[in-house]
């Protein structure tokens, strides 16, 4: 019997994805939150910015979730709603807005990154920037 291994994110690499953003964020001057969640959507890791709105940490983790359970960014999702807006009760998508990201290692789905508090493409850059500084996609 041969057991299958795959990658998975590490809880160094979950605060490294905060850390980045952050760092994008505050440059920008955007009070967001953001989420880190594993492939199952569980989240592993949370940082909410100054200032950002109490909401903001629930649709990060959202966001986030869409993200690693579809294995697409959730703009994938945004857009599919406008031809097919039956696809909101798609089970298990809970946030189909920009701003969430899947984090690929290795070519397997690890997990999302979701960022909320600006508009939607300003949260999908910040999540954006967390992956850019693992080197991951």
């Known amino acids: 019997m041969t057991i299958s291994t795959r990658p998975y994110l590490t809880e160094a690499q979950a605060q490294d994805i905060l850390d980045a953003a952050a760092v994008e964020a505050r440059r920008m001057k955007w009070p967001v939150t953001v989420a880190v969640v594993d492939d199952g959507g569980h989240l592993l890791a949370l940082k909410r910015l100054d200032g950002a709105s109490p909401a903001s940490a629930h649709i990060a983790v959202g966001k986030a979730r869409t993200a690693a359970l579809g294995r697409h960014d959730s703009k ?5 709603l406008a031809n097919r807006p039956a696809f909101i009760s798609a089970p298990g998508l809970e946030c189909l807005l920009e701003g969430g990201v899947a984090i690929l290692l290795a070519g397997s789905c690890v997990g999302g990154v979701g960022v909320s508090g600006v508009k939607s ?13 693992l080197h991951v996609g």
């Open 76 to 80: 994938f999702y945004e857009d599919m």
């Open 121 to 133: 493409h300003e949260d999908a850059r910040v999540a954006l920037s967390g992956l850019e500084a």
